[in-house]
């Protein structure tokens, strides 16, 4: 739950309450002036009624002592109408009586309080007492009026007692319904007031809860709130001592789970710029050291630089002097290279008779390589004739086999027959053994002439190269020729650059001697740059001691 | 063929007077053996030098062209033609059960009825050996100074290429 919502869910809780009082508190209030106008209403018309019967039995009390004056005077129409009057009076009064009787009947049903109910009964009583004292009056009064018919007078003085009193009882009756009366406003009034303190009472203790709800609810929104606040408060102030390496917890969704998730990715930030941060200080460290090293060697060779520069002086006065010996050593150089150009003529004619000389020998072994081939074809004919001998050594071999065969068959006269077939046998084998090394020979022989007739086209095959270098070294001494002539006007160039190349030199000289000047100056500059790279290697490690404040 | 005139070309007179000379001193000279020799004719068989009785020879030739004959036994290569007439030629390797290299001559033998010729590989010429009295065998080892062959005995081999219906017929 977020915290405005929580804070929404407080402001509702507190306004539902105290809604709730106020409707109690109208409603109590609208229950007291019921009650009161309850009260009011019957206690007023009680009063009215009561006064109403005072008033008639005034009248009753009035009309009758007329009467009894009308009678006592002889006043017949006074009498009668004196008579008329009391009852008239009389019946009002008995009316009054009962309605009121009845009233406070129906009062007493539905009272507001036990007490005012007991008064109402009394009252019943009470009025229930005096209704039967006037009937009483009344009776006694009729039987004055018969007496006074009669003009008894007698009688009439006899029962005036008897009237007063009973008068005088009624009148007491609806003297004490008054007394009760007044008791009932009384208690009224106490009912009036019990039902207001009832409800000051109630409404206050409501109040109390209320009061008491509200503050359990601000103090549950507070430390909803305040607590995860302290855990980042005390987050953030480590993170101002420096230290980078802790997180805050960051549950739930609402805004305060956002502010701490907010928080640690602030840290992680502020731990990859204090890493880097890091990294760079220690690199400008050394690379100030490195300007350092560098600013103190660049100074040695500022030193170096002057030497030099000394020397070069020096150089370019032998330079000056090799300049003039240049000169002489290319006119001389160029006096030979007309001597290499008439060289090369001859070369020329030279190269040309080795050509002609390529071709004659190419031409000449081209006919050797013909006559070889011939020889080839005739020891292939001698082959040929060397398989016929072979054939006929063979064919004379069996020959001699047959003779000497015969020659067995004749016996003892062939004898000398036989020895000339075993000289034949001899022989076919010597010119067999012959054949076999002619054919040998001849197959050497072959061998021989395939090498040579292979010997031969590679002869020719040399030639042809032979003439294509020599080819390229007629146009190598032409193009040389070309080249001595382009040699001595280069030359001639020369001499002429070196004379200005000696102008030059007396420039760089003074050019030398700026450069001089220039390197002292370099030297106190670099001192200078030495100073400062000295004051940064201290602003670098003061540099690197403050980033070691922040903890990873 | 005539008579080979390269022979006598390189000869003078005297030349052939001692040829003559040494032939008469080889004729007149008595048999160094007291035994009784023999004159074999000497052939190579599968790397083996055999001999035969020159006696029962009657002529050696080349190979000629050979006619095969069906259902032939497999010791007869088939017929050959020899001056106009027709001859059996057997492989004498199969005969004696040797390993011919391919037979190049043909051996003709003495006997009319059938006419009998052997195959063989290289003739290689006539020899003379000491002659012994032992039981005759289809093949014997003779020695002759340092030199060994195998004598091939004519009668038990015509015996053997023969069937007897053969012979009377």
Redesign the interface.
């Known amino acids: 739950m977020s915290v405005s919502t929580r804070i929404a869910a407080g402001f509702a809780a507190l306004t539902a309450i105290l809604l709730a009082l106020g409707v109690y508190a109208l409603v109590q209030i609208g229950d007291v002036r019921t009650t009161v106008d309850l009260i009011v209403e019957r206690d007023l018309a009680s009063m009215e009624a009561l006064n109403r019967i005072d008033h008639a039995l005034s009248r009753k009390v009035e009309q009758r002592s007329a009467l009894v004056q009308s009678f006592l005077t002889g006043n017949n129409a006074g009498v009668r109408e004196a008579t008329t009057g009391w009852r008239a009076a009389i019946d009002e009064a008995q009316r009054g009586i009962a309605e009121q009787e009845r009233a406070a009947e129906a009062y007493r049903a539905n009272s507001v309080t036990g007490t005012r109910s007991e008064l109402w009964a009394r009252m019943v009583r009470q009025l229930a007492d005096a209704e039967r004292a006037l009937a009483q009056t009344r009776a006694d009064v009729e039987t004055q009026l018969a007496a006074v018919n009669n003009n008894d007078r007698a009688a009439v003085l006899a029962i005036e007692a008897d009237i007063v009193r009973d008068h005088a009882g009624t009148v007491a009756r609806v003297s004490q319904a008054r007394e009760t009366l007044n008791v009932a406003i009384e208690k009224g009034r106490d009912a009036t007031r019990d039902v207001y303190n009832a409800s000051r009472l109630s409404i206050i203790l409501g109040l109390f809860v209320a009061i008491a709800i509200a503050i359990g609810v601000a103090v549950t929104t507070r430390r909803s709130i305040v607590r995860p606040l302290d855990s980042f408060m005390g987050f953030v102030g480590r993170i101002g001592e420096g230290d980078l390496s802790t997180t805050t917890d960051a549950t739930g969704n609402d805004e305060l789970g956002r502010l701490g998730r907010t928080l640690n990715d602030m840290v992680g930030g502020l731990r990859t710029i204090a890493t880097q941060n890091r990294a760079a200080t220690n690199d400008l460290n050394a690379a100030t050291t490195e300007i350092r090293a560098s600013t103190q060697e660049q100074a040695a060779s500022v030193e170096e630089q002057l030497a030099a520069v000394q020397e070069t002086a020096a150089t370019v006065d032998e330079i000056t002097h090799s300049g003039a010996q240049i000169t002489r050593r290319a006119q001389e150089v160029i006096a030979q290279a007309q001597a290499t150009a008439q060289v090369s003529d001859a070369g020329l004619s030279a190269v040309g008779d080795t050509a002609r000389a390529m071709d004659a020998i190419r031409e000449q072994a081209e006919a050797v390589a013909t006559n070889i081939v011939a020889l080839s074809e005739k020891t292939q004919a001698i082959g040929d004739i060397i398989a016929t001998v072979n054939d006929v050594s063979e064919r004379s071999h069996l020959l001699a086999l047959n003779a000497s065969i015969e020659a067995a068959a004749a016996g003892e006269q062939g004898r000398s027959f036989a020895i000339v077939a075993s000289e034949m046998k001899l022989l076919a084998d010597q010119a067999k053994g012959a054949t076999r090394n002619v054919r040998s020979i001849l197959g050497d022989i072959q061998r021989g002439i395939n090498s040579s007739v292979m010997l031969t086209e590679e002869a020719v095959k040399r030639v042809a190269s032979g003439k294509e270098r020599t080819d390229a070294g007629h146009a190598a001494i032409e193009e040389l020729a070309a080249r001595v002539q382009e040699n001595v006007q280069t030359f001639q160039q020369i001499v002429a650059s070196t004379n200005q190349q000696q102008i030059g030199i007396e420039q760089v000289t003074i050019a030398l001697q700026n450069i001089r000047e220039a390197s002292q100056q370099t030297a106190s500059s670099t001192r200078q740059l030495d100073q400062a790279a000295s004051d940064l290697g201290e602003l670098s490690r003061a540099l690197v001691g403050l980033t070691e404040r922040y903890r990873l | 063929?005539s008579a080979p005139p390269i022979?006598a070309d390189g000869l003078d007179a005297d030349a052939i007077a001692a040829?003559l000379l040494a032939?008469q001193r080889?004729?007149s000279r008595p048999p160094a053996d007291e035994r009784a020799q023999e004159?074999l004719?000497a052939f190579d068989l599968g790397g083996v030098t055999h001999g035969l009785p020159?006696?029962c020879?009657?002529?050696?030739?080349?190979l000629p062209k050979v006619t095969r004959l069906p259902h032939a036994p497999p010791a007869l290569l088939g017929l050959v033609a020899w001056r106009g007439t027709v001859v059996n030629l057997f492989a004498l390797a199969q005969v004696l059960d040797r390993d011919s290299s391919g037979p190049a001559?043909m051996i003709v033998l003495r006997h009319d009825t059938p006419r009998i010729a052997l195959a063989v590989d290289t003739?290689a010429?006539?020899v003379t050996v000491p002659q012994d009295d032992t039981p005759p065998t289809l093949t014997r080892l003779v020695a002759e100074g340092d030199a060994r062959l195998t004598r091939v005995d004519p009668a038990l081999l015509i015996e053997t290429l023969l069937p007897s219906r053969l012979q009377e017929g």
């Open positions: 063929m022979v040829i032939r080889a004729l004159t004719l020159i006696d020879v009657r002529s050696v030739a080349p001559a003739l010429g006539v």
